[in-house]
């Protein structure tokens, strides 16, 4: 069982899953394979599954949600980003002759933005690092490790 370290949503979506996730059984997830959006964080509620896999405590739950929620937001702008560079591609492909100024601005659009999100995703790590006690922080790295958790 994966989950992507997605924040998909914090506080759920009225008891529905996240799209392109269904439930067989209460302790099993599974991605349909047709998702165009890829893997997600395989949960409804990404912040649920992190404090009952680090055991956390109240404290440590609402600084997560804040770091979970800013993921969230800068995934999203990626997915903006990526239309665009699709939208530009798709112009350049188009034209009469090929337009090798729109795909290069595509191009960087979309490096810029990964680059972006991946800065994103190590600032989040290390501030879900600096809430977690050594215990924490091991299971933390124990589920990276196992795949169980990626971020």
């Given at each position: 069982m994966c989950h992507r370290l997605h924040a998909e949503s914090i506080h759920g979506s009225c008891g529905r899953p996240?799209?392109?996730w269904h439930r067989s059984h209460p302790t099993e997830l599974h991605h349909y394979h047709?998702?165009?959006?890829?893997?997600?964080?395989?949960?409804?509620?990404p912040l649920?599954?992190?404090?009952w896999?680090?055991?956390?405590?109240?404290?440590?739950?609402?600084?997560?949600?804040?770091?979970?929620?800013?993921?969230?937001?800068?995934?999203?702008?990626?997915?903006?980003?990526d239309r665009r560079a699709l939208a530009?591609?798709?112009d350049a492909a188009q034209a009469e002759t090929f337009d090798q100024t729109k795909a290069d601005e595509a191009a960087r659009l979309r490096t810029e933005s990964a680059e972006r999100l991946q800065r994103k995703v190590v600032e989040s790590l290390a501030?879900?690092?600096?809430?977690?006690?050594?215990?924490?922080?091991?299971?933390?790295a124990y589920n990276l490790r196992t795949g169980t958790l990626v971020v």
């Open positions: 996240s799209r392109g047709g998702d165009p959006q890829g893997p997600r964080f395989g949960v409804r509620r649920r599954f992190l404090a896999k680090l055991k956390l405590d109240e404290r440590q739950m609402v600084e997560l949600a804040t770091v979970l929620n800013d993921l969230k937001t800068e995934r999203a702008q990626a997915e903006v980003d530009l591609l798709a501030r879900i690092h600096a809430q977690l006690d050594p215990e924490q922080r091991e299971r933390l």
